[in-house]
């Protein structure tokens, strides 16, 4: 009973304990705002309270625009009066402007001046290269756009065995690459000198270390070869030196192939029944020449003097000049040679007809060249380093120029400025000669061949007149983009070459 009295059931009243915080928030909790009190602001303007049309278009109402021609207005009496008063000091000072020379052969040039000289392409051939062959001869064909270059050795030694290329690049062609020429044409021998035919783009002639002639047509892609010379007794018996197309005098669009080599022999061919057939020449020889030339000596008597280059005057194709191995340069003409040729029969050679023997280089001349703007003045270059600018009226040279320490291989005038010609050197460097810039220095001397190597050979391009090939012995051509200065003709240019020309040297 006493236990359960303890342990009754009874329901205990809920405890209830209240919040203070919440209590004490609400105490303190007031109506607060995020904005700012008050804030007077006022409107300033802009803009000018003032403002001004200023108008640009010439329209006017018909009103002002006779009022504007009204307020112009001249005073022909003082005008008159004026210009009776200077006409004496205006006629004068024009008529001393029309006496004065100071803007004779002014031109204003507009087009843009290029200033640098550029290589433009360098091309090569790598299986002659690898052969280590030399580039011997280039040349332009009559379009400008294709160039041929021969390899071959010029060292001393028996290469006639040897085989060599030619090879031609058309420039103008997309996708040139310039180690794969567009034509290779494999010769059996040496190929020592190249020539285009001046009218027919394709025809291309060679001279062979064989002493044979050869004409490509480089249109053709199997068996490219024309006409050749064969082995034959009027063949020459030295390597050919030089081959040159000279214009027929009957027939100026047809050519006469002629070649020069150190055995003494100037000859012309002509295409007979698919060959070339000797047409005429002669030969240079030791007795043919004044005893002013002073030959040191005669071997053999009657012995040939080696011809080693040879060049016709463009303005007169019976005038041709030929360098010899003992220094000379010798004016020839070949007036009666070309005589001989019209006559049924006369193409056995000549005595030689020479006029006149120059005054000589220290060693051998390898290469002459005639102008093509001056009927008198040609270009000598040899052994020696020495360019001499001869008249062909006098024996002394115009001017001898030392370019080199070692030997100059080639001398080319340019084709289109009168006082411009380039050299090759033997230390690989090309120089360019503006005679109206300086008689005595180089205008530019190009680097062309890497280390020593020599350059052999160049040519300008007649049509394409800012290009300049040139040859070395590392087997590469260079293309050279001329600037203005050495491929546009300057005003005056042509009366200073005559005067160049008058000089009279002892």
Not at 50 to 57: E, F, N, R, S
Not at 315 to 329: N, S, Y
Not at 371 to 379: A, C, D, E, T, W
Not at 399 to 421: E, I
């Amino acid at each position: 009973a006493q236990l359960s009295a303890m342990f009754a059931d009874g329901t205990a009243p809920g405890a209830d304990v209240q919040s203070l915080w919440r209590g004490a928030r609400s105490t303190r909790c007031e109506a607060k705002s995020c904005q700012t009190g008050k804030i007077s602001t006022a409107e300033t303007a802009v803009q000018s309270h003032t403002h001004q049309d200023a108008a640009v278009q010439t329209d006017r109402r018909e009103e002002a625009a006779q009022g504007f021609q009204q307020e112009v207005q001249v005073d022909y009496t003082g005008l008159l009066s004026f210009l009776q008063r200077v006409e004496d000091a205006v006629v004068k000072e024009l008529n001393k402007n029309w006496k004065s020379h100071a803007f004779d052969g002014f031109e204003v040039n507009w087009r843009e001046q290029n200033k640098t000289v550029l290589c433009l392409h360098t091309l090569s051939f790598p299986e002659a290269q690898q052969q280590k062959l030399q580039v011997t001869g280039v040349s332009w064909n009559t379009t400008g756009a294709v160039l041929a270059c021969s390899y071959g050795h010029l060292d001393d030694g028996d290469w006639s065995t040897a085989k060599s290329y030619v090879c031609t690049w058309n420039l103008d062609r997309r996708g040139l690459n310039p180690q794969r020429p567009d034509l290779v044409m494999d010769i059996p021998s040496s190929v020592m000198c190249l020539a285009f035919h001046p009218s027919q783009p394709s025809l291309l002639a060679g001279g062979l270390f064989s002493g044979e002639l050869v004409v490509w047509d480089t249109s053709r892609t199997e068996d490219p070869v024309v006409w050749r010379t064969g082995m034959t007794d009027d063949t020459h018996t030295d390597p050919v030196c030089q081959v040159s197309w000279v214009p027929d005098g009957r027939h100026r669009s047809h050519a006469r192939l002629w070649s020069a080599a150190p055995d003494g022999k100037v000859l012309a061919w002509h295409e007979q029944d698919g060959h070339l057939a000797l047409a005429g020449g002669f030969t240079v020889g030791a007795p043919h020449l004044p005893r002013s030339a002073q030959l040191r000596k005669l071997v053999r008597g009657e012995a040939a003097v080696g011809v080693t280059s040879l060049s016709f005057s463009p303005l007169d194709p019976c005038v041709l000049v030929v360098g010899v191995e003992g220094g000379f340069p010798i004016k020839c003409s070949a007036a009666p040679v070309t005589t001989a040729l019209q006559e049924p029969g006369g193409c056995a050679p000549r005595r030689a007809p020479v006029e006149l023997v120059f005054a000589p280089h220290a060693g051998p001349v390898y290469s002459v060249s005639c102008s093509p703007f001056h009927r008198n003045l040609f270009l000598s270059c040899g052994t020696d380093g020495q360019v001499h600018l001869h008249s062909l009226l006098q024996t002394q040279p115009l001017l001898s120029l030392q370019l080199s320490q070692q030997y100059l291989f080639c001398v080319r005038w340019s084709p289109v400025r009168p006082l411009v010609f380039a050299a090759a050197a033997g230390e690989g460097v090309v120089h360019l000669f503006d005679l109206e810039k300086s008689s005595q220095k180089p205008a530019v001397s190009m680097k062309q061949a890497v280390g020593q190597g020599p350059v052999h050979c160049l040519e300008f391009n007649s049509r394409q007149t800012q290009l300049l090939a040139v040859g070395d012995a590392t087997g590469t051509v260079k293309v050279w983009q001329l600037s203005s200065d050495f491929s546009e003709q300057r005003p005056r240019e042509l009366n200073h070459l005559e005067q160049l020309a008058s000089e009279v040297r002892d």
